[in-house]
């Protein structure tokens, strides 16, 4: 073989195995689209102007690696400053005193809805919304403690990690290699699965359920108040599951085995969730929209 052509297959594999990354985003919003009413296909086929929503719904975590986008870094996380395994909440005032996902998530719900927003904006914002309510259902995206477990290390199939990225990227990978190697295809199968299911959308986080029942009318007006109870749901999963018995119990611990099998139902529920939480947004803003069309 050719040193280049085993550079290029070198090459090939290394993006693929960073492209994993994209799975849990590209599955949300494969089985947001399926929920969607034909108000918000239409809405949605404007804002993606011929991309695909699974494609659209990777592109912010691109741009914060480009010069312009580093400001938007800080949007895809909250840094809850809670003690899990003791004691988990999120608190905006002490969490998220600039831009976090908490109040970015909103604002660009906003952008969409406003008169003020050019085509250009809302596409952009649209591609937001898509991208961060996913990172909002994964716990770690929801937790500063060890800077979202960043810091802790762990092993995953006996390769050095940590604890944030398997949760990132090598469960969903390993809980989706029954659906093939392809990520876009893999993802299109592991939606249609968790289409067919029916999780109860109601929250299982302490003193939530007084708005998190099915169905619930979403509040576009209000929107913090539902973006906060979905953070509060997802940090909760830290003291509940993520770091159950604290950092010590699975730093430089192989996790692929009964660590992660206990992973997978809350995976498969947090990303059931996302998507459908994504879906009744969009429709939400559709049928607004529709009520009152507004020329880009
Ligand atoms: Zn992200």
Redesign the pocket.
């Known amino acids: 073989m050719s040193t280049m052509r085993a550079l290029f297959i070198l090459s090939t594999l290394a993006s693929s195995v960073f492209c994993w990354g994209n799975l849990g985003h590209r599955t949300v919003a494969l089985l947001a689209e399926q929920d969607f009413t034909e108000e918000a296909q239409a809405f949605a086929k404007q804002l993606l102007n011929g991309t695909d929503i699974d494609t659209a719904a990777i592109w912010?975590?691109k741009y914060?690696d480009t010069p312009d986008g580093r400001p938007t870094g800080s949007w895809?996380f909250v840094n809850a400053n809670d003690t899990p395994p003791l004691a988990c909440d999120v608190v905006p005032r002490r969490d998220c005193a600039q831009s976090c996902i908490l109040n970015v998530i909103p604002n660009m719900a906003r952008l969409l809805r406003s008169l003020d927003t050019t085509l250009p904006e809302k596409m952009e914002a649209f591609n937001f919304l898509i991208?961060?309510v996913g990172?909002l259902h994964m716990p770690l995206h929801v937790e500063g403690l060890a800077r979202g477990g960043n810091d802790i290390h762990v092993t995953f199939a006996a390769e050095p990690t940590t604890l944030h990225i398997i949760w990132d990227v090598h469960i969903l990978q390993k809980r989706a290699a029954e659906y093939g190697t392809d990520e876009r295809a893999a993802a299109k199968r592991w939606a249609q699965e968790l289409h067919n299911r029916s999780y109860d959308l109601t929250s299982r986080a302490a003193g939530l359920q007084h708005y998190l029942s099915d169905p619930h009318p979403v509040d576009l007006a209000q929107p913090e108040e539902e973006i906060l109870a979905w953070a509060q749901e997802s940090n909760s999963w830290v003291c509940r599951y993520v770091l159950k018995d604290g950092q010590t119990s699975v730093s430089g611990r192989e996790l692929s085995g009964g660590y992660y099998e206990g992973a997978v139902p809350i995976v498969d529920e947090l990303i059931w969730k996302a998507g459908k939480r994504l879906a009744s947004w969009i429709n939400a803003l559709a049928a607004e929209q529709s009520r009152s069309p507004v020329g880009p």
């Open positions: 912010a975590d914060k895809h991208h961060l990172d």
